[in-house]
């Protein structure tokens, strides 16, 4: 018995043995991707996290400062050891030009806190001894506040939730309580919103578009079906770009478009359809298309043709036998192909930005601009993390409702 | 030609006929006949195999007769009516598909359950119909699997069971055993020919498999170019092929040339390559002159015994091949002027030849069969 165990045990050994070079091998062919995933992949997703929650800021001008917060009771104005400290913490960051940093971040969470800062950096530099508290109220009675000081104590902390919160409308009120943002100020649920159902409404659109054309492609006589799959592939062989920009043109007031539906005379004016929505969806359908297509079409081909022969042999007439047996049997490419398009069109931008209206941008438009305009990368970085974790949401809805054995991506 | 008509009268009675191919032909391309003049009639209870080399025509046949492919020219009688222009579905036909066709993403069950619900059965008469169905094929215990759970020979029963539960009064199958392996395929053509007798259904099945095509049918129609060659029960197809090919595509067969010189009291005498004259049997054939030949089974050919027989051919060989394969021998001849002849020697005659060596050779004149080339 314990030799025979002994045994199995060995040949278990000497089967890992001889499989090893293969394994190596394997693992080798693989590694160069594995490294440039890990670089171009998962790299810049931890460091989005990071960004989306990181608080670097007011630790590194107001060290002093926070420190001298720390007994402070967080009702009262603080006394003068904090200005004190506020006053040497400044200096420094004048010299290091660091004010403005610190007044950029601060000011996302207390209006006007940007010339604050400027304005008393300016005036520690001219004082060269205290009392200061009396000079900073003398130069803004707004130092004094005790919600300010409150907000500049909680960012004391190298983790923030500020970012993530402001990009769900969310508020820290000084006291620290979570409270939804009123106002006009409340506007990323409002573009996630329409991001999510300017994508479903194109998934819709490219289904209904697409599906009956995969069915012809796979019934249609090979010559005809190349030339059709062709036709499909194109748009794919274009630039993004160059789609976009030709969608620009058909659309325009005095396009292509207005200019066949006037010569029709289907309309007597013009129709706005540059800069909405319509357009938008138009233009983003078209560019999705072939992702919605190409799945489904793979799926459809996989059928043999006898299955709806057997159908209508059993007496199920031709639209019964298409519905219950053919169309469930190309459940995993419409799965697959309604997420591909479905997730694609959550991250859209050179589309909605060149052919949607103001207010028409989806989050990636907010992305772009909080990066390129407000350079404020943590807001930025903060919706991207939202929209990764609603796609994730997504897909994984789609997984527990239909079956990963039901998503034919391939 | 066409041998359909003359060769089985008897089975022509409108009576009895369900199916009535009438001068049916089928193009794909409007150039090309697929099927070409076929007439043929299926009696009623009757197992009838469309036999022939792949492209021969069979499936285009059945897909005719399923309502999945029309004729170009002719009419297709079902019960006397025709149907050439009714869509399958109306046409009450069980068909069982060489994949077998079962719907992946519904249950055994569910499958066998699905010609019912067309026919107005649901409810607990369904699930009894299909209790019965899968009974008929021992698989009342897999009602709940799917296709995918189930070894190829399951999946074949289902289909059966799925083509028979609305008990239509014709079955077609297109090579319905050409996926299993041989032992399976025995089996299963035992089981279907057992059910077909036991339902009194009408089956059309097509096969390329001669062995499969006798032990299962009734008759068997030949397919050859989309012809029938010959349409005839198993037996008279093996032991009478009407033509060449029937005579090469059923069992082996020795197809040797020869000149007709004469026809003697329903015998035809033959002068072979080198001068021989042998009897053949045969006088359906109509031709006269060189462009004949004959065609002698292989175990239908005995080394020679004492004495002359006036019912047997005799002539002489060299041996080239000798294989000894335990129940019989075979004999690989050089004869008739360097045609050569197998030959299949019951064991105990026996005996060990030089390959080179003379042989004398014998074989009934019955079993010499004259054909056309
Ligand atoms: N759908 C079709 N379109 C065009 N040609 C076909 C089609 N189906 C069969 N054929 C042609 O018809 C001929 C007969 O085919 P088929 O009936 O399938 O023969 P078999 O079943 O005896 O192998 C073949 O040459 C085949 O290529
Ligand atoms: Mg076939």
């Known amino acids: ?410 | 030609m066409n041998f359909s008509k003359r060769i089985s009268p008897a089975t022509d009675n409108p009576v009895d006929a369900l199916v009535r191919f009438e001068d049916v032909k089928k193009s794909y391309d409007g150039i090309n006949f697929v099927v070409k003049d076929l007439n043929l009639t299926v009696s009623r209870g009757e197992f009838l195999t469309m036999l022939g080399p792949s492209g021969s025509g069979k499936t285009t046949t059945l897909m005719m007769l399923g309502g999945f492919e029309q004729p170009t020219l002719g009419h297709i009688l079902l019960d006397n009516r025709p149907v050439e222009r009714l869509p399958p579905e109306t046409r009450n036909i069980g068909f069982v598909f060489q994949n077998y066709a079962l719907f992946p993403h519904m249950t055994v069950a569910e499958n066998v359950a699905f010609p019912l619900r067309y026919r107005g059965i649901t409810g607990i008469a369904a699930r009894e119909r299909v209790r019965q169905a899968l009974g008929r094929v021992n698989l009342e215990a897999l009602g709940d699997r799917r296709p995918a759970q189930l070894s190829g020979g399951q999946q074949q029963r289902v289909a059966l069971a799925r083509a028979l539960v609305f008990e239509p009064s014709l079955v077609l199958m297109d090579e319905p055993l050409g996926a299993l392996d041989k032992q399976l395929r025995e089996r299963m053509q035992i089981e279907i020919k057992q059910l077909q007798t036991s339902l009194g259904i009408t089956m059309v099945y097509v096969t390329h498999d001669q062995s499969e095509a006798l032990t299962m049918s009734d008759r068997i129609a030949v397919f050859h170019d989309g012809r029938i060659q010959q349409l005839a029960d198993p037996a008279t197809l093996y032991n009478e092929p009407a033509n060449r090919f029937v005579a090469s595509f059923i069992g082996e067969n020795n197809s040797l040339s020869c000149t007709l010189l004469a026809r003697e009291g329903g015998l035809a005498v033959v002068r072979m390559a080198d001068g021989t004259t042998l009897k053949a049997a045969g006088t359906n054939v109509s031709g006269t002159g060189t462009d004949m030949s004959i065609s002698i089974r292989p175990e239908n050919i005995s080394l020679a015994g004492e004495g002359v027989r006036a019912d047997l051919n005799r002539f002489i060989g060299k041996a080239r091949d000798v294989f000894f394969l335990g129940d019989h021998m075979r004999l690989s001849i050089e004869a008739f002027g360097g045609q050569l002849v197998t030959a299949r020697i019951p064991a105990r005659q026996a005996r060990h030849f030089a390959s080179g060596a003379d042989v004398v050779l014998e074989c009934g004149i019955s079993e010499c069969r004259l054909l056309e080339v």
Not at chain 1, 180 to 206: E, K, P, S, Y
Request: aromatic share 8%; with cysteine.
């Open chain 1, 1 to 410: 018995m314990a030799v025979a165990d002994m045994d199995r045990i060995n040949v278990f050994m000497a089967v890992r043995r001889a499989e090893k070079p293969a394994r190596r091998a394997a693992l080798s062919l693989a590694l160069p991707l594995i490294v440039f995933l890990v670089v171009a992949f998962v790299a810049p997703i931890l460091y989005l996290l990071v960004t989306a929650v990181g608080n670097p800021e007011t630790r590194q001008v107001l060290p002093r400062t926070l420190g001298a917060l720390e007994t402070w009771d967080g009702v009262s104005v603080p006394d003068e050891p904090v200005y004190a400290a506020l006053a040497a913490d400044l200096k420094v960051a004048k010299d290091n030009s660091t004010a403005a940093l610190l007044g950029k971040r601060l000011n996302y969470e207390i209006s006007g806190m940007r010339s604050r800062v400027l304005a008393a950096a300016r005036m520690v530099e001219r004082l060269d001894t205290g009392p200061y508290k009396q000079k900073f109220l003398e130069l803004n009675k707004d130092w004094g506040s005790p919600e300010s000081w409150a907000i500049i104590k909680r960012n004391g902390t190298s983790l923030t939730p500020y970012y993530l919160l402001t990009a769900l409308d969310l508020q820290q009120a000084p006291n620290g309580s979570v409270e939804r943002v009123q106002g006009d100020q409340a506007i990323f649920l409002d573009v996630l919103a329409r991001t999510l159902f300017v994508a479903g409404l194109v998934t819709l659109f490219t289904l209904i578009l697409g599906y009956p054309v995969a069915y012809v492609l796979t019934i249609a006589p090979k010559a005809i079906a190349g030339i059709m799959m062709l036709m499909v592939l194109l748009p794919l062989w274009t630039s993004l770009l160059v789609r976009t920009t030709a969608w620009v043109v058909l659309l325009q007031s005095d396009g292509v478009i207005n200019d066949v539906l006037m010569a029709l005379h289907l309309t007597s004016d013009r129709l706005q359809l540059i800069f909405t929505r319509a357009g938008t969806v138009i233009a983003m359908t078209h560019i999705q298309l072939p992702f919605t297509i190409l799945p489904i079409y793979s799926v459809m081909r996989s059928i043999p043709a006898t299955q709806l022969r057997a159908a209508r042999s059993l007496g199920a007439p031709p639209s019964s036998a298409f519905w219950r047996i053919y169309a469930p049997q190309t459940l995993p490419g419409v799965v697959a192909g309604c997420l591909m398009t479905f997730i694609l069109s959550l991250g859209y931008y050179i589309t909605p930005a060149l052919v949607g209206g103001p207010r028409d941008q989806m989050v990636s438009n907010f992305i772009s601009v909080y990066i390129n305009r407000d350079l404020n990368w943590g807001l930025a970085a903060a919706l991207g993390v939202v929209l990764l974790v609603v796609t994730l949401a997504i897909y994984l809805l789609f997984l527990r409702l239909v079956g990963a054995d039901k998503i034919k991506l391939g």
